[in-house]
């Protein structure tokens, strides 16, 4: 079932997220991410290679490449900038608290680009769950610090934790796009990274290196990126291409929760105030993503292009998630030929010029 797709990226995420928290150095986060964004740019690659090989006789529509040259660009800024703050971050900050902290953040960002024209107008219930996700966020945030020295390096690690909660609701908004295009998500996600462990490396060679144990530690650091990052993007891609976008959105928004039962049982800590804190913001992201459903325009299209419409408004609402969340572009059809057809997004087709 497409659900246990998605099921199973969020609990290896989760757990990975658990299990690293707290353990991982500069060097360390920055190796994990080249290590998973090389390995999904691979992956995705060669399942692009293999369906241009199976539709090269197919005639000349399957060699057609998508005209987003522009969207694509930023989608590769975006998703480096985002990714590499969010694994950065997890050197300093629990793995809870990013999560949890994201997720309290990309509702708000994505309200005020809608004041700014960038996406769909919030409803005043909308606005009242963004807000109160920001106060949860808040109340989580010095719940964590709570007793703890609030010193450089916590103040970097909640920077860049509120860097890729603003990144995450514009990759939402580019990848409702490019899915309003037509481009083909494997076709995206296949060449969305390469920023993104480009970057990584060269960052990783600026701090010399994988910390601790140096060099005897990066076998264990590449698994771990192909356990936190390759694998999780290429279930959460089969999972959403075939899944109803708010029963996705029920899953991806437990990933704070289940973030922290991971933490608790690798680490051996637990704090009820804490779990309640994530519960209540789990429940509240989903009424932002209900409250936004209902306010999205309905879609006007034949029933050939339904589930265009779907995809797409789950990429405009996705960013209650974490970064890694936010892999799969919408797309009109899970099929490899992309359509010129537009999907009936909720994000008008000024938002992005590209």
């Avoid at 680490?267 to 519960?279: M, N, P, R, T, Y």
């Amino acid at each position: 079932m497409p659900v246990l797709w998605i099921a199973a990226s969020v609990l290896l995420q989760s757990g990975v997220y658990g299990f690293v928290s707290g353990t991982l150095g500069s060097g360390d986060s920055l190796a994990l991410s080249c290590a998973g964004f090389a390995a999904a740019a691979v992956l995705f690659n060669a399942v692009l290679l293999v369906r241009r090989l199976r539709g090269a006789g197919r005639g000349p529509q399957a060699a057609t490449r998508p005209r987003a040259t522009g969207l694509l660009l930023a989608m590769n800024v975006v998703t480096a900038v985002t990714f590499l703050s969010f694994y950065a971050s997890l050197t300093w900050v629990p793995a809870t608290l990013a999560t949890g902290v994201e997720t309290a953040v990309g509702p708000m960002v994505l309200v005020l680009l809608g004041l700014a024209g960038r996406g769909r107008r919030a409803s005043r219930q909308g606005w009242f769950a963004a807000g109160g996700l920001v106060l949860l966020g808040i109340a989580l945030a010095r719940r964590f610090t709570e007793g703890g020295a609030f010193g450089p390096g916590l103040v970097a690690g909640l920077g860049l934790v509120l860097v890729a909660g603003v990144g995450a609701p514009v990759l939402a908004l580019v990848s409702a796009e490019l899915g309003r295009r037509g481009v083909d998500p494997v076709y995206v996600t296949a060449h969305r990274f390469h920023l993104t462990y480009l970057a990584g490396g060269v960052l990783l060679l600026a701090v010399g290196g994988a910390g601790g144990e140096g060099t005897g530690r990066l076998p264990g650091l590449l698994l771990t990126g192909v356990l936190a990052v390759t694998l999780p993007l290429f279930w959460l891609q089969t999972g959403l291409q075939r899944t109803d976008p708010m029963v996705a959105m029920v899953l991806l928004t437990t990933l704070p929760g289940i973030t922290y039962l991971a933490e608790c049982a690798f680490h051996g800590s637990f704090d009820a105030v804490s779990l309640a804190l994530i519960c209540a913001l789990v429940v509240v992201a989903l009424w932002y993503v209900r409250v936004s459903a209902k306010a999205a325009p309905a879609p006007d299209q034949d029933p050939a292009q339904a589930s265009g419409g779907s995809e797409a408004s789950w990429a405009s609402s996705s960013s209650v998630a974490s970064p890694s969340s936010l892999s799969a572009p919408s797309s009109p059809s899970p099929t490899s030929s992309p359509s010129p057809t537009s999907s009936s997004s909720p994000v008008s087709s000024e938002t992005f010029r590209a």
